[in-house]
């Protein structure tokens, strides 16, 4: 229960702070003007996130932390003895953060996961509510891909919360209507994925979009050969080209998407 009430309160404090933090700081220096208003995106976007994130708690009633919890005294890869604390915590952060990597490029590279994905990418604009734009297939795919890699590593449960932490106010931070001063941009976009540096991957370029798949840190792109500078070119084209998605964004349609017939 201690661990129940922790993870909660913690992780929508984050939640909600990071976004509204966020949301201040692009109405104040904006990137460029949205194609549509903030209200009715940030309608339709609430609403999959209420669905997504109830539907998941329906099917699976577990979270990342309390299994890792339930798990604390039983094998895992690393619940070795031998392994330090400090280390323990830093591989499990670390190897989360690569299983989300290898998830998102799966949703890239497997049509039919694609197709799921696509309702957050066909956002023609770029704001703090992009990041909570997705399918609630998306969304259950990633929560089993967490439970999965918690379940064979064992981590302590204070590493899979900060993962959790990090991966909440990242979400927020690198899909900001902003951009970071260069210096700053810089010297930031080589710890963290920034707004600027994720933007590159919803750009409607094909080659752009295949890029910049990490989740908290871009090591794991700079490793694999799939990382692109940041881009804050604020005529770039956001969202994907497909005829069929031209101006429709409803909520309803959002749900219906991954289904639709004659699709690229």
């Known amino acids: 229960m201690h661990w129940l009430r922790t993870e909660g309160g913690l992780y929508w404090t984050v939640f909600v702070l990071s976004f509204l933090g966020v949301a201040v700081w692009e109405s104040l220096q904006p990137w460029r003007e949205l194609s549509e208003p903030v209200e009715r995106r940030w309608g339709r976007h609430a609403l999959l996130v209420f669905l997504s994130y109830g539907l998941s708690a329906l099917l699976i009633p577990l979270s990342p932390v309390l299994l890792a919890v339930s798990l604390s005294n039983r094998w895992g890869l690393l619940h070795q003895s031998w392994l330090a604390t400090p280390a323990r915590w830093i591989l499990a952060i670390l190897i989360l953060d690569l299983a989300r990597f290898a998830v998102h490029r799966a949703m890239h590279a497997v049509h039919l996961l694609w197709r799921v994905h696509q309702v957050h990418h066909s956002d023609h604009d770029f704001d703090v509510s992009t990041s909570v734009r997705a399918h609630p297939v998306e969304v259950i795919v990633f929560q089993l891909t967490s439970l999965a890699t918690v379940a064979i590593l064992a981590p302590p449960p204070g590493a899979v919360l900060v993962q959790q932490l990090l991966s909440a106010f990242e979400s927020f931070f690198s899909h900001a209507n902003a951009s970071l001063p260069p210096w700053l941009q810089r010297t930031l976009g080589w710890l963290l994925y920034t707004c600027d540096t994720h933007r590159v991957h919803h750009s ?57 017939p004659n699709r690229q």
């Not at 792109?221 to 990382?227: N, V």
């Not at 770039?236 to 998407?257: H, N, W, Y």
């Open 204 to 260: 409607a370029d094909f080659r752009m979009q295949n890029s910049n798949y990490g989740d908290i840190f871009p090591w794991w792109d700079m490793l694999f050969r799939t990382y692109l500078p940041a881009a804050a070119d604020p005529k770039m084209t956001i969202g994907v080209d497909e005829p069929q998605l031209a101006g429709r964004s409803g909520f309803l349609f959002l749900l219906k998407q991954p289904f639709l």
